[in-house]
C-alpha cells in the first residue's frame, strides 16, 4: 500500500473515529436528560408543592403587630415551610388594584384584615394534611379564616403522579434507545475494522490480545464521547439557570455530580461491552462470513 494510501486511510479512520465520537456523545446527552430529570423528579415534585399558598385571614380587631407576633409563631410550626406577611395597607392597595381606588367608601372603616400567606412543607400538600393544619391555625383566639384553592391541591396531586408515571416510562424507553444507539454506533466502528481482526487470529494471536487494544480503544471513546456529552449538558444548564432561574433552584449540586457520573459511566461501560461483543462475534468467523 502507498503513502497516498495509508494517508487516506488514517484520514478515514480519524473521520469515522470523531463521527462515532459525536454520535455517542448526541446520545449520552440523552441519557444525561433522562437522569437528571430521574434523579431530580422528587425535588421537582416538592418545587411546585411548596408553591402552593394558604391564606390566612386575621380577624378585624387584630392590628399588624399582633398579625406578626403570629407569623414568628407560624414560622416555628413543622409543617410551614415559609409564611409572607401581608399588612392591612398592603392589602388595601392590592383590592385597589383589583377593584378600584372607590371600592371603600361605602364603608366607615377599611373591611381588610391583616393575613398572612403560608406555603406547607411537601409532604403536607394533601387535602387531609391540609385540614388538620387548618384545624391547628383556627385554633388560634387571632385567626378568622384560613382558606385555599382545594380544586387546585386536588389536580396537582392528581396530575403530578399521572406526570411521573408518564415520565418513568418515557425515561426507560428513552434509556433502551440510547443504548441501542450507541451498541449499533460501538458496533459499525469495530466492524470496519473486522479484517484487521481476521489477519491478527491468522498470524496466531489470542482472543484477549486481540481484544485488548480495542477495549482500551473503546474506554477512551466512551470518556472522550462522555466529556463532550457533560459538556453540552452543562451548557444546556446554563441557559436553564439564565432564562429559568426558579427551575434551576430544584438542581441540587449533588445529584447534578451525580448526573454527570452516570453519563460517565454510561458511556465507557456501553462502549466496552458491545465492543466486547463484537470483537469476540468476528474473531469466530470465518473469511466468509466477514463480508456479509
Known amino acids: 500500500m502507498s503513502k497516498v494510501e495509508n494517508k487516506m486511510m488514517r484520514r478515514r479512520l480519524r473521520s469515522a473515529y470523531m463521527s462515532s465520537v459525536l454520535s455517542i456523545s448526541l446520545v449520552l446527552l440523552l441519557v444525561g436528560s433522562a437522569a437528571l430529570l430521574l434523579v431530580n423528579a422528587h425535588n421537582v415534585t416538592d418545587y411546585f408543592k411548596e408553591n402552593m399558598k394558604l391564606s390566612i385571614l386575621m380577624k378585624p380587631e387584630v392590628s399588624d403587630a399582633g398579625a406578626l407576633e403570629y407569623q414568628v409563631e407560624l414560622d416555628a410550626q413543622p409543617f410551614v415551610h415559609s409564611t409572607e406577611f401581608i399588612s392591612k395597607a398592603q392589602g388595601t392597595r392590592e383590592m385597589e388594584a383589583m377593584l378600584g381606588e372607590g371600592f371603600l367608601e361605602v364603608f366607615e372603616t377599611s373591611p381588610i384584615p391583616a393575613s398572612i400567606d403560608i406555603r406547607l412543607r411537601a409532604d403536607y400538600v394533601a387535602l387531609d394534611s391540609i385540614e388538620r393544619v387548618k384545624s391547628i391555625i ?110 434551576f433552584e430544584v438542581f441540587q449540586l449533588g445529584s447534578l455530580l451525580a448526573v454527570l457520573g452516570i453519563v460517565l459511566l454510561s458511556g465507557v461501560v456501553i462502549c466496552v461491552v458491545s465492543t466486547f461483543f463484537v470483537v469476540n462475534r468476528i474473531v469466530s468467523s470465518s473469511r466468509d462470513e466477514l463480508y456479509y
Open 138 to 247: 383556627m385554633k388560634s383566639p387571632v385567626v378568622d379564616e384560613v382558606s385555599y384553592q382545594q380544586t387546585l391541591i386536588e389536580a396537582l396531586n392528581e396530575n403530578i403522579q399521572k406526570i411521573s408515571f408518564v415520565l418513568a416510562i418515557f425515561i426507560a424507553l428513552l434509556l433502551f434507545i440510547s443504548f441501542v444507539l450507541i451498541g449499533n454506533t460501538v458496533r459499525l466502528s469495530v466492524f470496519a475494522r473486522r479484517f484487521t481482526i481476521h489477519t491478527m487470529r491468522l498470524v496466531g494471536a489470542t482472543r484477549s490480545f486481540i481484544r485488548r487494544p480495542f477495549l482500551l480503544q473503546a474506554v477512551f471513546q466512551g470518556i472522550i464521547s462522555a466529556f463532550v456529552a457533560i459538556l453540552f449538558l452543562l451548557g444546556i444548564l446554563y441557559f436553564v439557570k439564565k432564562e429559568f432561574i426558579q427551575l
